[in-house]
């Protein structure tokens, strides 16, 4: 299996511009997530999914949307690009199994780089 | 303020030698934590995960150790190889936050033939 995929890989965008970032899963997780990542920050949680049909804000969540209608695919959107949400895009997801170790792992896409000018 | 800190930054060593990285944590309460690797252009891999009991954890040339009561971990990298040249993510999960994670800056390791 693929694993986590992302679409596109590289983005330019316009002030202004609106667009959506794919991510796509095909290990049957239950929770997804999106962070982005800047130089010198660490990893930073935008939203979240627990499951299909629901999402959750998380640390820098302003600017963006999420959508979870199905269960492998979770979608980011920017209604209206800023320079400063210029950064790179990481998808990742998790399954759900409590009481084992490796729970909490999280498997990551590939990122996308957005550029916004 | 849960935070996750690690040092040195930035770390140049010689191929073959060895190396170790440092992460404190404030998170709580404590539930895990991991070490990722993430090459240049691309997503995070986890390499090892370790729980409040546990002090010690190995994955190949990888060992992690853990101080759950300094709030500390390490990473030793035994015997570096070219492909060792990455940036190195300490994680630090909450209990009963959902399994959300917190994020070290990372420090970033190049390895020198």
């Known amino acids: 299996n693929a694993g986590v995929t992302q679409t596109p890989k590289f983005r330019v965008l316009k002030t202004g511009q609106s667009m959506t970032l794919l991510c796509a899963q095909d290990?049957?997780?239950?929770?997804m997530y999106w962070y982005r990542q800047d130089p010198g920050m660490g990893l930073r949680l935008i939203h979240y999914?627990?499951?299909?049909?629901?999402?959750a804000k998380g640390e820098v969540p302003d600017g963006y949307n999420v959508s979870r209608l199905k269960k492998q695919n979770f979608l980011l959107g920017l209604e209206s690009a800023a320079p400063s949400q210029t950064s790179v895009y990481f998808c990742?997801?998790?399954?759900?199994?409590?009481?084992?170790?490796?729970?909490?792992?999280?498997?990551f896409g590939p990122g996308t780089r957005l550029t916004v000018l | 303020k849960n935070q996750v800190e690690q040092s040195p930054q930035s770390l140049i060593i010689l191929e073959g030698k060895n190396c170790t990285l440092q992460c404190n944590y404030t998170v709580s309460p404590f539930s895990n934590l991991r070490w990722y690797k993430q090459d240049t252009g691309r997503g995070p891999v986890s390499l090892t995960i370790m729980t409040f009991s546990e002090n010690t954890k190995s994955n190949g040339r990888y060992t992690a150790t853990l101080d759950a009561d300094t709030k500390q971990s390490s990473l030793h990298i035994t015997a570096s190889q070219l492909s060792d040249s990455a940036s190195y993510i300490c994680?630090?999960?909450?209990?009963?936050?959902?399994?959300?994670?917190?994020f070290g800056k990372g420090t970033k390791l190049s390895v020198k033939p």
């Open positions: 290990m049957n997780h239950e929770y």
């Open positions: 994680v630090v999960s909450a209990r009963g936050s959902q399994g959300n994670l917190i």
């Open positions: 999914s627990v499951g299909e049909g629901t999402t």
């Open positions: 990742a997801s998790r399954p759900n199994r409590p009481g084992t170790s490796s729970r909490d792992t999280q498997y």
